[in-house]
């Protein structure tokens, strides 16, 4: 008796430790949400306000808030109750619900089925029929791939006067280059919209097993620039004919030989919409 009475001692306390840690991850979730409902709040009214006088002080304080809301995001995510190591705490913690919305219908599914039992594994009989089906849905990336397209111009001789013809070269953005146009302009939108310098790409292509140099990717993006040149001259003639242009000026810092020097960004948006 001594021995079932220690052993209901212990489960007691157990189970009041339980409750205890998961009524301290319950404060500490509804301070997290809390934290991260003022965060979002304070970001949605500094986005709003981000083109006044002190633009420039309003982003990077805009970028620090949104590092510090991710952040409170990670560690709510890492107390959850579904993610804790402590199985108690994940039996007796309540589990949010905060409205996941579902997957978009036009990306491709896989379909993955997971064998079914051909016995019940109450009594063993095989008489199985189906009653349904409860379908788990889970984003999925696939790493970008790369291939080698080869362009092969055949050579044919005429028997009667020994004259050769080939098909003419393909069209290539950069003159006897070896880069696709596919290619290019992942160079491009990761350079100019997701500002990530030559020399983190040229890493990234070497950890994937491609040996691109940085000032290969220099050259071709000057390459890119002169070809898309005649596009960019009608964009601006475009723009600067209209009767009503917003114009904003950036100041971004430019990395040059052993320093860091000012650089500025001037950004026309042509309106052609009412006043008002």
Same mark, same amino acid.
């Given at each position: ?40 709040? *304070? ?17 990077? @304080? *805009? ?8 952040? @409170?995001?990670?560690? *709510? ?38 064998? +079914? ?13 189906? @009653? ?42 950069? +003159? ?19 500002? *990530? ?47 009503? @242009?917003? +114009? ?7 990395? +040059? ?20």
């Amino acid at each position: 008796m001594t021995g079932d009475t220690d052993d209901i001692i212990a489960l007691r306390a157990a189970l009041a430790a339980a409750e205890a840690r998961a009524q301290v991850a319950e404060a500490r979730a509804a301070s997290a949400e809390a934290q991260i409902a003022h965060l979002k709040h *304070l970001i949605a009214r500094m986005r709003q306000d981000r083109f006044g006088a002190s633009s420039e002080r309003g982003r990077r @304080l *805009l970028a620090q808030l949104e590092l510090e809301l991710e952040e @409170l995001e990670t560690t *709510l995510a890492e107390d959850a109750p579904e993610n804790a190591a402590d199985p108690a705490v994940r039996a007796t913690a309540p589990r949010s619900n905060r409205g996941r919305q579902p997957l978009r219908a036009d990306l491709p599914r896989e379909r993955v089925v997971i064998p +079914a039992p051909t016995q019940c594994p109450c009594c063993g009989s095989d008489r199985l029929s189906k @009653l349904g089906e409860s379908v788990t849905e889970t984003l999925e990336v696939i790493p970008r791939q790369f291939k080698v397209i080869q362009t092969v111009r055949e050579k044919f001789t005429c028997r009667d006067c020994e004259s050769i013809t080939q098909p003419p070269a393909p069209f290539h953005p950069i +003159a006897r280059g070896r880069a696709g146009p596919w290619l290019l302009s992942t160079i491009l939108c990761d350079k100019f919209l997701q500002h *990530l310098p030559l020399n983190r790409q040229s890493e990234a292509f070497a950890r994937e097993g491609i040996d691109l140099d940085t000032s290969t990717l220099a050259d071709w993006v000057g390459a890119c620039t002169a070809t898309l040149a005649p596009l960019t001259a009608l964009i601006r003639a475009h723009v600067l004919a209209a009767q009503r @242009l917003h +114009a904003d000026d950036t100041i971004v810092p430019v990395l +040059a030989k052993g320093r860091t020097v000012t650089g500025r960004l001037w950004n026309y948006v042509r309106d052609d919409g009412p006043f008002g």
